[in-house]
């Protein structure tokens, strides 16, 4: 089974930055998206970022242009870099791999964002 692992999270003050990183516990013969998503507290997850097998990424309109999503095939990882952090960005960030041919979607346990004011 595979199994994702975020990293990277932590308390940062607004203008700062942070890079989350995910890594799947092994490799995915099969062609598959990874994704950003956070849940702030009372509020419905969301995307923030997603990077198709391709490579074609996707951003939610309030990150565009501050945050940067990346993959590593080799390392079977997804970055997310956050720069200019807003205390709106406060949030529980979840990593999630989908691969479509193999009927796969996989969440990770999150890790906790909180930017400062």
């Known amino acids: 089974q595979v199994q994702v692992v975020e990293s990277g999270g932590g308390l940062v003050q607004a203008g700062g930055s942070l890079r989350l990183s995910c890594t799947a516990s092994?490799?995915?013969?099969?062609?598959?998206?990874m994704g950003w998503y956070r849940q702030a507290p009372g509020k419905q997850r969301e995307l923030v970022a997603v990077?198709?097998?391709?490579?074609?990424?996707n951003y939610a309109d309030s990150v565009k242009g501050r945050f940067t999503i990346s993959r590593d095939n080799a390392k079977n990882t997804v970055y997310l870099q956050m720069n200019s952090l807003k205390p709106e960005d406060t949030a529980v960030y979840y990593c999630?791999?989908?691969?479509?041919?193999?009927?796969?979607?996989?969440w990770g346990q999150g890790t906790l964002v909180t930017v400062s004011s």
């Open positions: 999630q791999l989908v691969a479509r041919l193999l009927h796969l979607e996989v």
């Open positions: 092994r490799s995915i013969f099969s062609p598959y998206d």
């Open positions: 990077v198709a097998d391709g490579g074609s990424t």
